[in-house]
């Protein structure tokens, strides 16, 4: 099992950055794929990127693709979502989520068996 906390979120303005990182309990972190996806208010939860176990594969949505990265350091047991051009439609709330099954990162969010509680991201106009 893995807990999971996310941070790093706030109000900025559009065009803005904003990094998120979200911290893993336990020693097998690397065991786990990590998926990040977002909320907005009336909305379903929708996928925004993940990274394999290793962190030699990722894959992005098309709406953040260019404008979000994401990375892990195992070491540190931390997976990030660096943010940049940031736009209003990009607020949310952000989530990460942990994967043991699959060794790549997945954009199914029901493939997904352990979430944080989110971070609150708001991009100003």
């Known amino acids: 099992q893995v807990q999971l906390v996310e941070s790093g979120g706030g109000l900025v303005q559009a065009g803005g950055s904003l990094r998120l990182s979200c911290a893993a309990s336990?020693?097998?972190?690397?065991?786990?794929?990590m998926g990040w996806f977002r909320q907005a208010p009336g909305k379903e939860r929708e996928f925004v990127a993940a990274?394999?176990?290793?962190?030699?594969?990722?894959n992005a949505a098309d709406s953040v693709k260019g404008r979000f990265t994401v990375s892990r350091d195992n070491a540190k047991n931390t997976v990030y979502l660096q943010m940049n051009s940031l736009k209003p439609e990009d607020t949310a709330v952000y989530y990460c989520?942990?994967?043991?099954?699959?060794?790549w990162g997945t954009g199914n969010k029901w493939q997904y068996d352990y979430w944080g509680q989110g971070t609150q991201v708001t991009v100003s106009s």
């Open positions: 336990g020693r097998t972190f690397s065991r786990y794929s």
């Open positions: 989520a942990a994967d043991p099954d699959l060794a």
């Open positions: 990274i394999g176990r290793s962190g030699g594969s990722t």
